[in-house]
């Protein structure tokens, strides 16, 4: 009797913490949305796109939010789908086949473009959304050019996805300015 009572008591709880449902969270995907090309050149040069590298307090799958003071925190109700680095990669990869003049190859060799990037700010600052991108192109291993580039875009509300449509377009601003620094 008593076991019965413990299988029965013990049943209960276990059923009760297993039925208790988890947090639950929108998930948003950074991506490339610029124009798409019409007419494209013949001899587009081809460029590897290397692995994005980024901070580690940009990549996660938390949405960052630093206030006017300096307080940070993350939203929480919203995640990215994946790891920040993952999205600008494949954003890039999309930018670049997008442009008229660039063709994106995945085996690196010596005499085709190169471009490195880091992901070094994916946040919003007060009212702003900022994302800021380290980049170098290189050629034959000799640096063509390189340089940082901060995007910003006003978020006009605090809702997640005001929140994410601000940082998509921040980014997407930013694959801009580094796809024409290739071109």
Same mark, same amino acid.
């Given at each position: 009797?008593?076991?019965?009572?413990?299988?029965?008591?013990?049943?209960?709880?276990?059923?009760?913490?297993?039925?208790?449902?988890?947090?639950?969270?929108?998930?948003?995907?950074?991506?490339?949305?610029?124009?798409?090309?019409?007419?494209?050149?013949?001899?587009?040069?081809?460029?590897?796109?290397?692995?994005?590298?980024?901070?580690?307090?940009?990549?996660?799958?938390?949405?960052?939010?630093?206030?006017?003071? &300096?307080?940070?925190?993350?939203?929480?109700?919203?995640?990215?789908?994946?790891?920040?680095?993952?999205?600008?990669?494949?954003?890039?990869?999309?930018?670049?086949?997008?442009?008229?003049?660039?063709?994106?190859?995945?085996?690196?060799?010596?005499?085709?473009?190169?471009?490195?990037?880091?992901?070094?700010?994916?946040?919003? &600052?007060?009212?702003?959304?900022?994302?800021?991108?380290?980049?170098?192109?290189?050629?034959?291993?000799?640096?063509?050019?390189?340089?940082?580039?901060?995007?910003?875009?006003?978020?006009?509300?605090?809702?997640?996805?005001?929140?994410?449509?601000?940082?998509?377009?921040?980014?997407?601003?930013?694959?801009?300015?580094?796809?024409?620094?290739?071109?």
């Amino acid at each position: 009797m008593k076991r019965l009572i413990l299988c029965v008591f013990a049943i209960l709880l276990f059923g009760g913490c297993l039925a208790k449902q988890g947090a639950r969270y929108d998930y948003y995907e950074l991506k490339f949305s610029g124009d798409r090309c019409k007419n494209r050149v013949q001899n587009r040069k081809n460029i590897f796109i290397d692995r994005v590298m980024a901070t580690n307090l940009v990549d996660r799958r938390d949405i960052l939010i630093v206030d006017y003071k &300096n307080k940070a925190w993350f939203v929480e109700d919203s995640k990215f789908i994946t790891m920040p680095s993952e999205m600008v990669y494949k954003a890039l990869i999309d930018g670049a086949f997008s442009t008229c003049e660039l063709r994106p190859v995945f085996i690196s060799n010596e005499n085709e473009l190169k471009l490195k990037t880091s992901l070094i700010a994916l946040q919003v &600052n007060g009212d702003q959304a900022v994302v800021t991108i380290g980049y170098e192109i290189l050629n034959s291993l000799n640096k063509v050019k390189s340089g940082i580039v901060t995007k910003s875009v006003f978020v006009p509300d605090p809702s997640s996805e005001s929140i994410f449509a601000g940082l998509n377009k921040s980014l997407n601003l930013a694959i801009d300015d580094i796809l024409k620094a290739v071109q």
